[in-house]
C-alpha cells in the first residue's frame, strides 16, 4: 500500500493551496502522519506532522503558514498552506509521523510558487 497524495498545483506567491492524502488500506488512520516535501538537489523533509490524538508539529520555515490536520474519519490527513513562497516549491509526500514507513512512500504531489 502507498499513499495518495493529491491537491498540488502552480501558484503565486503568496497563494495558497490545500493537499490531502488518504490510502486504501485506513493506515493513515491508524498511524500518527506527516507531511514531508523534497525540492530538487535537496533532502526530504519533514513539513509537519499530526498524531492520532491530533497533536501537531511543524518545521520551523512553515509555522504560522502551514496547518495540518485531519478529517473527522481520521482517514484523510490534509495540509492547508498559506503565503506561499518561492521556497515551499517542492514534491510533497505523506507518510508516517515521526518515523517514514519505506514502503509507503507514493508518488507525491507537485508544488511550485512562483515569484
Known amino acids: 500500500v502507498r499513499s495518495a497524495e493529491s491537491g498540488g498545483g502552480s501558484v503565486e506567491a503568496g497563494g495558497s493551496l490545500t493537499l490531502s492524502c488518504t490510502d486504501s488500506a485506513a493506515l493513515v488512520r491508524a498511524n500518527d502522519m506527516g507531511w514531508y516535501r523534497q525540492a530538487p538537489g535537496k533532502q526530504r523533509e519533514l513539513v509537519a506532522g499530526i498524531t492520532r490524538g491530533g497533536n501537531t508539529k511543524y518545521a520551523d520555515s512553515v509555522k504560522g503558514r502551514f496547518t495540518i490536520s485531519r478529517d473527522s474519519t481520521g482517514n484523510t490527513v490534509y495540509l492547508q498552506m498559506n503565503s506561499l513562497n518561492s521556497e515551499d516549491t517542492a514534491n510533497y509526500y505523506c507518510?508516517?509521523?515521526?518515523?517514514?514507513?519505506?514502503?509507503?512512500w507514493g508518488q507525491g504531489t507537485q508544488v511550485t510558487v512562483s515569484s
Open positions: 507518510n508516517a509521523f515521526p518515523v517514514p514507513i519505506r514502503s509507503y
